[in-house]
């Protein structure tokens, strides 16, 4: 700093020093890097992160004041990208390969190993098969941490039932080789198996007899249902089997902090039996030796988050992980299942002819000449004359279940003379009817119209092209006055019913499950179910139409309304779901489709599309779909390859999501194998 002039004022020249001292800062001087662990003092994290580029394991040094708590699959804060982030430790190791200096770790958040080995090696097999990251798949394989939870003290282990081999048998007796299927898996063996359950079996009880025999070879089994009505039923199956306390449930309903603790019984070993959701699969249960999917058709096996996977595919890829059993099972046999089955991965357990024809008995309103002799508009009419009689005739001796495939009360509208579609005048929508009172009004944009008129011939009457569960159990209330009548649906589900007469309108996936079984059981509107666009729309139908069908009691009777001759319906009459999913794995066969192919959508904006195809590196056998129009500007490409290069598939596409993550490209959904197209 220069000096102060000679004729300057002593006190100026007092007081430029007092100032330079007071600007200037003191340096500070970095703190003593920490010590670090003798033992093992390399971390190797995965760091959550949503970029695909960035979706490895990276080293990080362990500060000797965390050697304890930094074990393999504990939650840990690290520093990256100049930030704090989340991360799960997946080893520890003596050597990096990094030259440079290594970062430590921040902290560990808790000391709870929460992700163990098999789970990681399981999130990135899910994540390589469906071409997403690890850290996604992560975010539905461990709920968030509850502290308060994770403090208190496990469930204590309850000591193992005695195993009753003589009831398992007796519950399977009427599925063919179920008896030495269950004996493998109380030896310790791996037996897989696709099950066709027959009508009017308790499932629930056969599934929870599979656990016990499973758990009395000393390994734990893992339960995947769709919905908390199922798993409602397989939980109290299994406290009948095995008592109380030998199982838990994870679900999401269940709320953070229930699920977590929980999830910590299973992942500490207190609890080696789960039933739960899809989210399951993922359980942390230890000796691992029975997978279980049940209903593996239903879409809600499928996840609706990246990167899409399927219950049943963890599932498979964990038993092959794991070489565990595994027991894929359903009133309708998917074509996936079925390709297990014909591929030798898996035996079929099915129920004989003669205990098929036994349990049920299923019709077809107006199928012959004969009926159409005693009900000419069988065919055409909504409920025909045989519909009111089956009806009446099994309210004699308990419930009737019809099932309609529409909610509410009359979701579409038409002009009543000229059959034109009634649409809101504001927006075109859609109109509706809430009610057999209330005006119609718009789906979309909730608009009311009281003075509707035709805008094509000014008629101002309407009909109901298509009917819902309400309108339907008006309907019904009508013609059978002095009957319970009640509905199930939408937000209003019914889960049991008693052995009362009445007559019960629901929904699929909404049909209550009656004390002794169903008298009889109606299926209208199947020409509805069957006229859907879109790749399973057969099979999904007779999903629906057996699950509800196998409601009823043993000896009960089912009707259906609709198409004789269609294939779907003909396996219905014969309870062929097996061979119903032979057909159609061989049509998709022809036409290139999954399970025969890998096939995945790429769908975004079109230049993005673009550029995903220009990057992909095309595996043997390559095909490409489009890319076409789809949504709200949006564009979508198919691609598909044969299934023995669906791998192949898979990892080109895991790639090129990594190298567009690494350009900040723009953003595209990429689906693997999805339910539907």
């Known amino acids: ?31 003593a890097p920490e010590a670090v662990a003798d033992v093992d003092p390399v971390a190797r994290v995965l760091v959550d992160v949503p970029l695909a580029h960035l979706d490895r394991s990276f080293d990080y040094a362990v500060p000797a004041s965390m050697a304890d708590d930094a074990r393999p699959g504990v939650r840990v804060k690290v520093r990256f990208a100049g930030r704090d982030a989340d991360g799960f430790v997946l080893e520890r190791a003596t050597t990096s390969d990094h030259a440079g200096s290594l970062t430590p770790l921040r902290r560990v958040v808790s000391p709870e190993p929460v992700l163990l080995p098999v789970i990681a090696a399981l999130a990135a097999d899910v994540a390589e098969r469906y071409a997403g990251t690890r850290s996604d798949v992560l975010r539905l394989a461990v709920p968030g941490r509850h502290a308060a939870t994770e403090a208190k003290e496990s469930v204590p282990l309850v000591p193992s039932p005695v195993h009753d081999s003589a009831a398992g048998d007796a519950a399977w007796a009427d599925h063919g080789p179920a008896a030495a299927y269950l004996g493998h898996l109380a030896a310790g063996g791996t037996p897989r198996a696709v099950w066709s359950a027959a009508p009017g079996t308790d499932w629930p009880a056969l599934v929870a007899h599979a656990v016990a025999a499973t758990v009395a070879g000393g390994r734990g089994a893992l339960v995947v249902v769709p919905d908390g009505k199922d798993v ?32 910590l019984a299973v992942a500490r070993g207190r609890r080696r039996v789960v039933v739960g959701t899809r989210a399951a699969a993922f359980a942390p249960v230890h000796g691992l030796g029975l997978v279980v999917i049940w209903d593996d058709g239903d879409d809600l096996h499928a996840e609706p988050r990246a990167p899409y996977p399927h219950a049943r595919e963890t599932l498979l890829l964990r038993a092959e992980r794991e070489g565990t059993a595994a027991l894929v099972g359903g009133f309708a046999t998917t074509v996936e299942a079925e390709q297990l089955v014909r591929s030798g991965w898996a035996h079929l357990l099915t129920a004989s002819r003669e205990t098929l024809r036994s349990r ?11 009926a159409l002799a005693r009900d000419p508009l069988a065919r055409t009419t909504r409920v025909p004359t045989e519909v009111h009689r089956a009806i009446r005739d099994a309210l004699a001796d308990g419930p009737v279940l019809v099932q309609t495939p529409r909610a509410g009360y009359a979701a579409a509208l038409a002009c009543e ?33 009281e003075g509707w008129a ?8 309407l009909r109901a092209p298509v009917v819902g569960e309400a309108r339907t159990a008006e309907e019904l209330g009508r013609s059978f006055a002095g009957t319970v009548v009640r509905s199930s649906g939408g937000d209003r589900v019914l889960a049991t019913l008693d052995d009362e007469p009445a007559i019960v309108v629901a929904t699929p996936g909404a049909e209550p499950v009656a004390a002794g079984g169903y008298a009889a059981v109606v299926l209208l509107d199947t020409w509805l179910a069957l006229g859907l666009a879109h790749l399973r729309a057969a099979e999904e139908a007779l ?65 993005a599309v673009d550029d995903v195809l220009t990057l992909l590196a095309p595996p043997t056998g390559f095909e490409l779909l489009g890319p076409v129009p789809f949504g709200d500007g949006e564009s979508r490409a198919v ?22 993550s690494a350009r900040k490209l723009d953003a595209v959904r990429i689906q693997v194998d999805p339910p539907t197209l």
Do not use: K
């Open 1 to 31: 700093m220069p000096r102060p002039a000679p004729d300057e004022p002593r006190e100026q020249q007092e007081l430029l020093p007092g100032l330079a001292r007071a600007r200037v800062r003191p340096t500070r001087r970095p703190p």
């Open 232 to 263: 409602a039923r397989v939980d109290a199956a299994l406290t009948a089997v095995l008592g109380a306390g030998q199982h838990v449930l994870l679900t999401a309903d269940a709320g953070p902090a229930r699920r977590y603790h929980d999830f």
């Open 360 to 370: 049920l008995t299923v019709s077809v309103a107006g199928a012959d000449e004969h």
């Open 417 to 449: 003379r000229c059959r034109t579609p009634a649409r809101c005048r504001a927006c075109s929508g859609p109109l509706a009817l809430g009610s057999a009172t209330a005006p119609p009004i718009c789906r979309w944009c909730g608009t009311v119209h």
């Open 454 to 461: 035709c805008p094509e011939c000014g008629h101002r009457g």
């Open 543 to 607: 999903r629906r139409w057996m699950n509800a069908v196998a409601l009823a009691r043993p000896g009960g009777r089912a009707v259906v309304v609709g198409d004789p001759a269609h294939p779907a319906v003909q396996a219905l009459v014969r309870w062929d779901p097996s061979g119903f999913a032979a057909r159609e794995a061989a049509e998709r066969r022809e036409a290139h489709l999954p399970p025969a192919s890998r096939l995945a959508t790429v769908t975004g904006e079109a230049g």
């Open 639 to 660: 691609v598909r390859v044969p299934r023995p290069h669906g791998a192949e598939l898979s990892r080109a596409l895991g790639e090129v999501q990594r190298v567009r």
